[in-house]
């Protein structure tokens, strides 16, 4: 083969090249108007992706965080919501949009807001609102008494009955590890309360059947029950999670805690030794070292075991 000819054959695969996107042998990216819209759906621990139905009979989706099922429009193309729980709306690029189908199903609902929410603290001081309008498209990171007040006052508004809670170690104390705050929500379905930990994406269970915290409470010390997660997310805000007094970044001590399951119960067993329930401005409480957890705080109230019982659980 001739020099000539070889000079020839590499000019042609060249613009072989340049039309299929390469120059040089490197790819050059696309615009970002080249891509496309695409929608999944999140439960528990699966995603699934929706493909596009058509535009006919779709609507405008709603500018609120909860919606029904049904047919709507994101970028022109229709995309049917036909379950309950978390869609995500992605065009690579250009917008983020994401909405909980809810109507019934408490599992749905809860485990979507498991899917919303990291832990951090960006957003602790945020109030209702501003929150209600970042999770349209945005994860919301926060701790776990903001996530669990946030948590609270959603569910009341679709009249579902909740309390905040929270527990203390009697552990030796230190800055950064010594309690928890989480939620019961009154099953109707179970005739029960149960705990759901949003902080950490999970509730509890023993022999499948879900616990209320004082159940939860009970079988800490021998690590008697199963952990059940709402979500299979990246629940932890690595970048934005820094005490703003000391400026101390807690990523590395967080994921520890998550590592596995062991490592969850061992946390699990140190901040729940005191079970406790928020009722006004006040958290009650049984248990006998009163005048101890009682200098912790002015707000946390002795209760008679049987008289605690009887008003929470009743």
């Known amino acids: ?13 060249v613009k072989v090249l340049e039309k299929i996107g390469l120059k ?16 999944y759906y999140a439960f ?3 995603i699934e992706y929706i493909s596009s139905s058509g535009q006919e009979n779709s609507k405008d989706l709603p500018n609120s965080l909860i919606i029904p099922k049904g047919k709507f429009f994101f ?3 229709g995309y049917e919501l036909k379950k309950e729980g978390l869609y995500r709306f992605v065009y690579p690029g250009i917008e983020n949009q994401q909405r909980i189908v809810y109507e019934a199903d408490l599992d749905a609902l809860l485990s979507g807001i498991a899917w919303v929410y990291a832990h951090g603290n960006s957003d602790d001081e945020r109030e209702f609102s501003h929150i209600m309008k970042k999770a349209l498209q945005s994860k919301i990171f926060a701790t776990c008494g903001s996530i669990s007040n946030w948590t609270c006052n959603l569910l009341k508004t679709k009249s579902i009955k909740s309390r905040v809670v929270a527990s203390l ?3 030796d104390w230190n800055s950064y590890n010594n309690g928890h705050i989480m939620i019961e929500v009154f099953r109707e379905d179970l005739k029960k309360w149960v705990v759901y930990d949003l902080d950490n994406n999970c509730f509890f269970t023993r022999n499948k059947i879900p616990l209320s915290l004082i159940e939860f409470a009970n079988y800490i010390e021998n690590m008697d029950y199963e952990i059940r997660y709402l979500a299979n997310n990246s629940n932890l805000d690595t970048a934005n999670f820094v005490d703003k007094e000391h400026r101390f970044d807690y990523a590395f001590l967080l994921e520890a805690r998550f590592a596995n399951e062991n490592s969850h119960k061992q946390w699990y067993k140190r901040v729940m030794q005191v079970p406790m329930i928020v009722d006004g401005k006040y958290s009650y409480f049984f248990n006998k070292n009163i005048s101890r957890i009682q200098r912790y705080s002015s707000y946390y109230k002795h209760m008679d075991e049987k008289e605690f019982l009887e008003k929470f659980y009743h």
């Open 169 to 171: 170690t009697l552990d």
């Open 75 to 77: 970028h022109d193309e």
């Open 1 to 13: 083969m001739t020099k000539n000819n070889v000079t020839k054959i590499k000019k042609s695969v």
């Open 24 to 39: 040089d042998g490197i790819i050059e990216p696309l615009s970002i108007n080249e891509n496309k819209p695409l929608v």
């Open 44 to 46: 528990l621990n699966n």
